[in-house]
Structures are given as structure tokens and as C-alpha cells.
């Protein structure tokens, strides 16, 4: 019969190929559910993984998805790293759009005439503060309360949709709009630039890559980040060791906030040029699977965010050519990161055939 | 934790099976060609006219966008081979539409269909990328000079709904299950009010907001609070069967909005406001076939059969019966105008005057409630 | 205006009752010392279970029966990965959720706009028609008297039982109750098992007798507020059942408030009862002491078992 055995160490290996293997699975389940709902296996997957990424527009617009993921992934690997659950990415990243899309009407409404260079910085600048403002909220009920992270975050974001509603329906409704929810169109300066000429690609992409990079440094190279990855992983050792508890809850939380804040920002004033009751997709949640797949890992959340991104693209892809059904794409999302959480056992268990002996009758 | 090695070792597993599928992909794709080549040989006539439509919610929803799909499946059968429909469900209204909408105009379909307001923005970019296809857009506002808007007279509808519950009210207070406070669906609540203080000056008007288009759960508890202050004939703006459900539940009364409804609720059901967009939509495909196609808005209702309050229920009073036939004619006539003055606003401004009939450019606008309508609208100024 | 107060009542434990039923569910999950976030994605698969039950069979009973075999089922995958293969539970019990409302509305897309059979209504005898607190207590689905006998018999199992004892104890000290020869590991599996019914029959509620429809995300986080509601309560079955009525009330409230005409925005209304959860989260474990004597002491933590 099959047997666990722990480990005496942790498998490096399979901490690699913990997320193809569940990839691999994935996507073999997915091919018999295609089968099951008579289509046709080949075309269906092709639709996930190939058509998405078949000419430069569908390259551009799967790295345009990807950006406000892999962003909102790098700040929750800090987090989850730092042992903080941060649910409520995706109530920060409507806050990022809210800040960052009243700055820009704001400046439309206003007539400010500003150079690009300068308007779009300030857009994105408040857009990671309104995250930061948000995510403090849970930090502090952490903090000086003692509240559970995961449940106060998570509820801030059911607030923050409603919130996202209340502006767009009153107060900063476009008055020529003929009283439809939606704030009047940006203008020009304060939106991001385009990256890839007749794409919709606009330099968030470039500085999601700068942060990859810079979140690597941090984590793997600073002092901070080495901090904050002890106090996760042995909080007693962290404390005899000095390193405060606290600014490591702020810390994460704050990281994490200003990155999803930062992503709801681009997306308000990237693709969207306005704000609607419709700003995010769940990209807060989805960002959640990226970063596991991405063991928690900035390069990992880059290739974890490209490849969810090509799920999501492939799904409506699905749906338009082969009929699939659009529920689908969720299935796979949970299914990737349920096998995922299964096999990383194997980081820590063997898996033994042991065969059963009668046990020996001493004497 | 990833040393340079093991990090390159991940990216070509990752690379291989991208390639890997990608390779199954491309070789799939030369057979189809093939097999395609010899069959429009030997078939002769010209490829079929392909025409899609994009939904924001499921088709299954027995509500707004299934009587969108009803009327795509009468396009097929009026226009046989001829015509090739496709659609897309559940399309959200974000940055996402883009995309959808441009894969479609990729695709070779030569007109399409937005179902949902918040696509406009969306389908006005890729509009001027693809001047060949013809890009409609429903309940909006911004045209092009290969897009146009279409909507419906829902209040219309909402209006003789109006008067059956002005003569089955008991209590005189009405309620109204509303989803998000946009100009249509504050003119319902108004005509549904006028109509029925057509027959009874005295009725009262409730309104909840449920902000959602559908979500049954929210709808059921939003008509019970309804009910439980007093209101005794329901309408909704939302999109599933629980308001009815709920009516039927307490003793009281409800509409069905969007589609026929009247299985669902057999004691509560008063009437059903349907809107049949067949009509429209083959007229809109004929002209983009033979060139016939021009920007403009059309807002059609009962006299072009687009709108309708169906299946009245019996236990109508025949007074309420024959005041909704005589309001239905006059509308198939043309001769009846829902917003026509005096007609002032709850905080009692006057917004249309006397014998004044409402244009298109006030009803769009409508931001207020009318006089019998409590409270404040959400979030206004 | 008594009649209106009564409707509230009624109206205030009908959106109480799932909340109670699961949150007693999570509360058994808790004090063997399992934390099972996947609360909401049980609920849902338990829901479409349910309501596919009701629309092919007709009866509700059969799905409330679908709908706890289905969180069970869950919940003992669930179950089987973090206690045995020591799966980081938080994680897991995330992957529970999102997959829940995933697999949920794919199941479910065929489901979408579907009628169930009549409404059936329910009435005490007798009891119902006593003015006042007869509409208002005595109206109710079975399923509210059921969550309410459940919390007492929670209450007599967890503080007055052998079994409840060894349940309790697992939770406060896992190693000091294997040591005294319990099966904790599957004594903790019956636990999870047990709250994924709870949870899949609240799930079933929701789609057949309280919406009684199916949508995709249906319980629009109700499972997120069941699991707020054992810390809120302090781990008692009496206040989870308490407390999963005040939320329900705040529910319904913002509906009344709205009909009633007060000047508030209804957007702000709708946060009210999200709002509510956070303040009474910050409340209650404002007093680190307090959440340190009620809270099983091994939440959260997996259990090796030092063979």
C-alpha cells in the first residue's frame, strides 16, 4: 500500500515542480471535462494556452491582464510571508482606483493643464496611497485590536465595492453622462502611456517588471525582508531575535496595500480612462491563486500572473469561439490552486509503496 | 530560495509545455483549412452573414438578456442559412468588454449587438477601429458613424402595469424593487406611479434599491420589507422571480419584468412586462446586408410591438381591464405620450407643464421622482 | 405598526438561520482546533447541490440531504489534506472557497432562472395564531427551530458530555489528548465532517426556502460572516445563534430603512452589515485575555502526531 513518510528535508525539487505537476493535472482534467461537455479536448485547451498568445494584440492584451495581477501578487507575498492573510486585496485595489481616478477627475474637471510626465506620476502616487489607506485600516484593527486580518480585510471589501458604487452613482457622476454611472473620461495627461503602439499595453507593464525585480532585492536581499520572512516563519525565534511583530504587520499590510492600490490605479487610468461601478474583475482574488502558484515568490508571481491571465483571456475565448461555458475559467482557477496545496505535500512527504508483512510472532 | 539554476529549469518546463500545446494547436488548424476549401467548392453560394451579440448576464437569467437571445434565435429562423449568429454571455462591463468586442469584429462578424449600457465606452473604441462592421449598442447614448443606439419604451410598460395596480390596491401604497438609479430606471418608477394614479390620485409609491440586476436573495428580502411597510402590488427593475415569489408568499401582488412570468407565481402574477426585440433586430440585420444601414436611435414600444404588459391576470377588476386596453390602443395609435404635463416633481417643482408632451431629451434625462414617490434618490445631489 | 415589528422578527430569523446553522457548523470545525475558511465555498456547492435536488425531485428535504452530503464531501477533502498532509490551513481553506464558487457556477449555469416547485408555507399550529408573537416567532421553515434546538444541544454535547469533553480537549491541547490515547486525527476529520454539513445544509436553505433561486455567488458572503461569528461569540453555540440573528437583522434592516424613507444613501446601507461584522470583530477581541481563555487554544495549528 501507498505510504507518506515525512521528509527529513524539505524537497527543493519538488518545490519547482509542485506547480507544473499541478498544472499538468490541471490540465489533463481539464481536457476530460471538455470531452464531457462535447467539445472537443484539443481546441478547448488550445483556447487557454494558445490562442491567447497567437499575434501581438493577444500577447499585449495577455500582458495587460497579467500587470494588475502579478502587482497585486508580489505585495501578498510579502504579506503571506510575514504570515499576515490578507484577504482583502481586491477592496484595496478599488481603493487605488478611487484615489487615483479622483486625482484624475479632479484634474479634468478642473482644467489643470499639466505635462503627462508629471500628472500621470501623481495618479499613480495616490492611487498606492489610497490602497495603503485602506489596508491600514485592517493593520490597525490587528494592531490595537487584535481582530482577525482575514475577516476585517475581507469584509473592507464588500465596503469598498459599495463605496466605488456611491461615487460613481452620486457625487462624481459625469454630469453630461445622462445620469449613468460613470465619471467623466480622463484626460489625456493623466493617463498612463502606451508601451506598444496600436495595443492597449501602456507602461504599467514596464514598471511591474522594475518591481518584480525590486521585490526580489527586498525580500531575498534586505534586511527588512529577511525580517519579515523569519517573523512568518518562526515568530518566537523573531521576537527573541528582536524583530518587532508589529512593524511587520504594518509593513506587510502597507506593502500589500500600496501594490493593489497601485494595480487599481493603472487599471482606472490605463484601459479604463474613467471610473465605473466595474473598475475590477476580481482581480484582488485571483491575485490570491497567482501567488501561490507563484510560490510566494516575485519571478514566480510574474510566470503565475502570465499564465492566469491566459486562463482568464482563454475563457472568454471559449466561450465566443467553442461555446464553452464562461464558469469554467473560475473551475480551472480553483482547481489549479486546491492541486497545487495537494501537491506541495510532496515537498514534505515521500511517497512510499510499503508492503505489509504479518508481524512477527516473537518466540 | 530559487537559485539561477532552478529558476531556468522552471521556465523551460513552463516554455516546453506552452510550445507543447501550441504545437497540438497549429497542427489542428491546417486540416481544418483543408477540409473547409473543398466544401465551399462544392457549395457554391456566398459565406453566410455573421452577426453577434454580447450579453452582460446569463442567458438563462429568464429576464433581460434572454429576451435578447429569444429574439438573436428569431433572426436565425427568419433569415435561415443565410444569416450565422453568435453571442457571448456574461461579458463584464469593465476593461474586458474591449477585448470581447474586438475578437468578435475579428472574427468576421459584420454587426454586432451590445445588450448592456456599460459596453458603450467599450464598443466605441473598437467601433473606429473596424469600419466595416456595424456596432449597435443598447440603452445608450453615443453614436459613430458605423455605431447607433437602440433602446425600448419600458415605461411604457411600467406605466400600464401602473394602472392594474392602481385599481388592485388595496392598502394605495406600491412598491418598487430597483436596481441601480440610472435614468430608466427612474422613469418606471415614475410611469408605474402616474399609471397608477390614473386611477387612484391617492396611491403612494415605495421604492428600494437592491443595486444589483439580479441577485434573488437581496430581491426577496427587498420586497418583504416592501410588504412589510404596507405595500400591497409590487414591481421590480431586477431580473429574477423572487420579488413575484415573495409577493406570492405574503398574499400579494407583483409583476413579471422582462419575460413571461406568470408560471411562477399563479396568485400573484397581475401581468407580465415583455419586450420583444425580434423586430428590431431583423430589421437591423436586412439593412446591414443590403447597405441600407445608417447611424440613428431608435426607441420603439408598444406601437412597434417591441413593448408589451402580457397575460393579465383575471382577478383584474374589468374597470382595470378595459382602462389598460384603452391605454394600450392609444399607444399602438401613437396618441398616448406617458410623460405628459403637469408634472411636478416630490419636492414639488414642476418639471413638464400643463398638456406638455415629454421629448426624448427629457426623458433621458429624468433625475427626480414624481410627486407620490417617497423619498430621496440615492446618491442624488 | 406592532405587525410591521412582527414582520421584522420573522423576517430577521429567516435571514438568521443559515448564518446560525453554519456558524455552528464552524463552531464544532473550531473547537477541535480546525479553522475552515473554505465556509463560503461549501455554501455554495451545497447550494446548487441542494437547489438541483429540489428542481429533479421536489423535495426539500432531499436537498438539504444533497446539500449536506455535498459540504461533507467537501469538508472531508478538506479534512483529509490539512490534517493528514498538513496543508498550510488557511491556504487550503481559501482554495476551498474560490474553487467552491467556481465549480458552483459552472454547475449551476443550466440552473440559472429556474422555478421550483410551490411555495409551501409554515405555520405552528396553534402557536402561529397568537397575536404579535405568532407572526413573528411561529411562521417559520422547520429548518429555524432546528438551528435553535441545535445550538441547545451543542451547548449540552460541548459542556456536558464525555464526547464533547474529548472535542474540546483536542482543541485546547491536541498533544496532551493523543498522549491520553484519542484518535485525534479522526476524531478532528469527524469534527470538519460534521461542520461541512452544518454548513452544506445552510448552503441548501439559502436556494431552496430563502431566495429560493439559484445565481451565481448566491451567498454573497455569508459564509465570511458565519466564520466572524464564532470569535463574536466567543465559541458558545448560544451567542453564535444570537449573534447570527443580529446579522441577520442587519440584513433586513437596510431594506426597512430604505422603504421606510430614511435619507440615507443606499449604498452606505448595504455596507451596514459588513460594517457591523468589522465593529463587533474589533469589539470583542479588543480584550486579548478574553479571546485567549475562550479561544481553542489550537486553532489554526497543524497536529503531528509524535509517533
Not at chain 1, 184 to 212: D, E, Y
Not at chain 2, 224 to 245: K, P
Not at chain 3, 36 to 52: K, S
Amino acid at each position: 500500500m501507498l505510504r507518506l513518510e515525512p521528509r527529513p528535508q524539505p524537497s527543493r525539487a519538488m518545490s519547482i515542480a509542485s506547480p507544473v505537476i499541478a498544472l499538468a493535472l490541471t490540465i489533463l482534467i481539464a481536457g476530460v471535462l471538455f470531452v464531457v461537455l462535447g467539445k472537443d479536448p484539443v481546441r478547448g485547451l488550445s483556447m487557454f494556452f494558445v490562442e491567447p498568445l497567437r499575434n501581438v494584440r493577444g500577447l499585449t492584451e495577455v500582458a495587460l491582464k497579467a500587470t494588475p495581477l502579478v502587482l497585486c501578487a508580489l505585495g501578498l507575498a510579502v504579506c503571506y510571508r510575514a504570515n499576515v492573510w490578507n484577504i482583502g486585496a481586491e477592496g484595496q485595489f478599488l481603493l487605488g482606483a478611487i484615489a487615483a481616478g479622483g486625482v484624475a477627475l479632479y484634474v479634468t474637471t478642473q482644467g489643470i493643464a499639466a505635462p503627462q510626465w508629471a500628472m500621470t506620476p501623481v495618479v499613480l502616487v495616490a492611487g498606492m496611497l489610497g490602497g495603503m489607506a485602506w489596508a491600514s485600516i485592517t493593520a490597525l484593527a490587528r494592531d490595537r485590536f487584535n481582530a482577525n486580518e482575514i475577516l476585517v480585510s475581507l469584509m473592507l471589501v464588500y465596503v469598498a465595492q459599495q463605496l466605488l458604487n456611491y461615487l460613481v452613482f452620486g457625487p462624481w457622476k459625469d454630469p453630461q453622462g445622462f445620469n449613468f454611472p460613470q465619471t467623466k473620461t480622463f484626460v489625456a495627461a493623466t493617463l498612463l502611456p502606451n508601451l506598444v503602439p496600436q495595443s492597449r499595453l501602456h507602461i504599467g507593464f514596464a514598471i511591474m517588471l522594475v518591481l518584480v525585480a525590486g521585490f526580489w532585492v527586498f525580500m531575498f536581499r534586505s534586511w527588512r525582508g529577511f525580517q519579515l520572512q523569519v517573523g512568518g516563519l518562526a515568530p518566537d525565534a523573531a521576537r527573541y531575535a528582536g524583530f518587532s511583530g508589529r512593524t511587520a504587520l504594518w509593513t506587510a499590510l502597507l506593502v500589500s496595500g500600496g501594490m493593489a492600490g497601485l494595480a487599481g490605479a493603472m487599471e482606472a487610468a490605463g484601459p479604463l480612462r474613467q471610473l465605473t461601478p466595474h473598475v475590477s474583475t476580481g482581480y484582488g482574488f485571483t491575485a490570491i491563486i497567482v501567488c501561490f502558484v507563484g510560490r510566494l515568490h516575485p519571478v514566480g508571481c510574474l510566470f503565475a500572473g502570465v499564465l492566469l491571465s491566459m486562463l482568464l483571456i482563454g475563457g472568454e475565448l471559449g466561450q465566443s469561439r467553442l461555446g464553452l461555458p464562461n464558469a469554467l475559467t473560475g473551475v480551472f482557477q480553483g482547481l489549479l490552486l486546491f492541486l497545487l496545496l495537494a501537491c506541495d505535500t510532496l515537498i514534505h512527504y515521500r511517497v512510499r509503496w510499503v508492503r505489509q508483512h504479518p508481524t512477527a510472532v516473537a518466540s | 530560495m530559487f537559485s539561477p539554476a532552478k529558476r531556468s529549469w522552471l521556465k523551460v518546463a513552463l516554455v516546453a509545455a506552452v510550445a507543447a500545446l501550441a504545437a497540438c494547436g497549429k497542427e489542428e488548424a491546417p486540416p481544418k483549412q483543408e477540409a473547409k476549401a473543398p466544401e465551399a467548392k462544392a457549395a457554391a453560394p456566398a459565406e453566410p452573414f455573421k452577426a453577434a451579440w454580447m450579453y452582460v448576464g446569463p442567458v438563462g437569467d429568464a429576464g433581460w438578456t434572454y429576451a435578447h437571445d429569444l429574439a438573436r434565435k428569431s433572426v436565425e429562423g427568419e433569415f435561415g442559412g443565410k444569416v450565422k449568429t453568435t453571442f457571448v454571455e456574461k461579458v463584464p462591463e469593465g476593461a474586458d468588454a474591449e477585448r470581447v468586442i474586438r475578437d468578435l469584429a475579428a472574427q468576421g462578424n459584420k454587426i454586432i449587438f451590445a445588450t448592456s449600457f456599460g459596453f458603450m465606452e467599450p464598443m466605441l473604441k473598437v467601433a473606429s477601429e473596424f469600419p466595416d462592421v456595424k456596432f449597435e449598442h443598447a440603452t445608450g447614448y453615443k453614436t459613430a458613424p458605423n455605431m447607433r443606439i437602440y433602446d425600448a419604451k419600458f415605461y411604457e410598460d411600467a406605466y400600464l402595469a401602473g394602472v392594474i395596480a392602481g385599481s388592485m390596491s388595496r392598502t394605495g401604497t406600491l412598491g418598487f424593487v430597483a436596481s441601480f438609479p440610472i435614468p430608466e430606471v427612474l422613469r418606471n418608477i415614475n410611469a408605474f406611479t402616474l399609471g397608477a394614479q390614473s386611477v387612484n390620485p391617492k396611491i403612494k409609491t415605495r421604492v428600494v434599491w437592491v443595486n444589483s440586476w439580479f441577485d434573488p436573495p437581496k430581491e426577496s428580502e427587498a420586497a418583504q420589507s416592501l410588504i412589510n411597510g404596507g405595500a400591497d402590488v409590487l414591481l421590480q427593475n431586477t431580473d429574477s422571480t423572487a420579488v413575484l415569489q415573495t409577493a406570492e408568499k405574503n398574499g400579494k401582488f407583483a409583476f413579471g419584468w422582462d419575460s413571461d412570468m406568470s408560471a411562477v407565481a399563479p396568485k400573484a402574477h397581475l401581468g407580465s412586462a415583455i419586450v420583444d426585440w425580434s423586430n428590431y433586430y431583423k430589421k437591423a440585420v436586412k439593412e446591414a446586408m443590403d447597405g441600407t444601414w445608417k447611424t440613428e436611435r431608435t426607441v420603439w414600444g408598444v406601437k412597434e410591438g417591441q413593448n408589451d404588459l402580457a397575460k393579465i391576470a383575471d382577478a383584474v377588476p374589468e374597470e382595470g381591464k378595459k382602462k389598460v386596453a384603452a391605454v394600450k390602443d392609444a399607444m399602438k395609435a401613437g396618441a398616448f405620450e406617458v410623460f405628459t404635463g403637469p408634472i411636478v416633481d416630490n419636492a414639488g417643482k414642476e418639471r413638464l407643464p400643463k398638456d406638455a408632451k415629454a421629448d426624448q431629451d427629457w426623458k433621458d434625462k429624468v433625475d427626480f421622482y414624481v410627486q407620490g414617490v417617497e423619498g430621496q434618490i440615492p446618491s442624488a445631489k | 405598526m406592532s405587525g410591521e415589528i412582527a414582520l421584522l422578527i420573522a423576517a430577521t430569523i429567516a435571514s438568521g438561520t443559515p448564518l446560525a446553522l453554519a456558524g455552528l457548523g464552524l463552531l464544532v470545525n473550531e473547537k477541535a482546533g480546525v479553522l475552515n475558511l473554505g465556509a463560503e465555498g461549501m455554501m455554495l456547492v451545497a447550494a446548487i447541490a441542494g437547489f438541483a435536488a429540489a428542481f429533479h425531485s421536489g423535495s426539500q428535504w432531499l436537498a438539504f440531504a444533497a446539500g449536506a452530503g455535498a459540504g461533507m464531501i467537501l469538508a472531508a477533502g478538506f479534512g483529509v489534506l490539512v490534517i493528514w498532509l498538513g496543508t498550510n490551513q488557511y491556504a487550503t481553506g481559501l482554495a476551498l472557497s474560490l474553487f467552491g464558487f467556481g465549480f458552483s457556477a459552472f454547475v449551476g449555469v443550466q440552473y440559472v432562472g429556474k422555478k421550483l416547485g410551490e411555495h409551501v408555507s409554515f405555520a405552528v399550529p396553534f402557536l402561529a395564531d397568537i397575536p404579535f408573537l405568532g407572526p413573528a416567532l411561529f411562521r417559520q421553515h422547520p429548518l429555524a427551530y432546528v438551528a435553535m434546538l441545535l445550538a441547545a444541544l451543542l451547548a449540552w454535547f460541548l459542556y456536558r458530555s464525555r464526547q464533547g469533553l474529548v472535542l474540546r480537549a483536542i482543541g485546547e491541547s491536541p498533544d496532551s489528548a493523543h498522549s491520553l490515547g484519542y484518535g485525534v486525527r479522526w476524531i478532528r476529520l469527524a469534527a470538519v465532517v460534521a461542520g461541512g454539513a452544518l454548513c452544506g445544509v445552510a448552503g441548501a436553505f439559502l436556494s431552496v426556502v430563502y431566495a429560493p433561486l439559484w445565481v451565481e455567488g448566491l451567498t454573497a458572503g455569508r459564509g465570511w460572516i458565519a466564520l466572524a461569528l464564532t470569535p463574536f461569540a466567543t465559541w458558545r453555540p448560544a451567542r453564535v445563534l444570537l449573534g447570527a440573528y443580529l446579522f441577520g437583522g442587519v440584513t433586513m434592516l437596510q431594506f426597512q430603512l430604505q422603504a421606510a424613507g430614511v435619507q440615507i444613501s443606499s449604498q452606505f446601507l448595504s455596507m451596514l452589515p459588513y460594517l457591523a461584522t468589522i465593529v463587533v470583530l474589533v469589539l470583542i477581541s479588543r480584550n486579548p485575555a478574553w479571546i485567549r481563555i475562550n479561544m481553542p487554544a489550537s486553532l489554526g495549528k497543524p497536529f503531528h502526531p509524535s509517533a
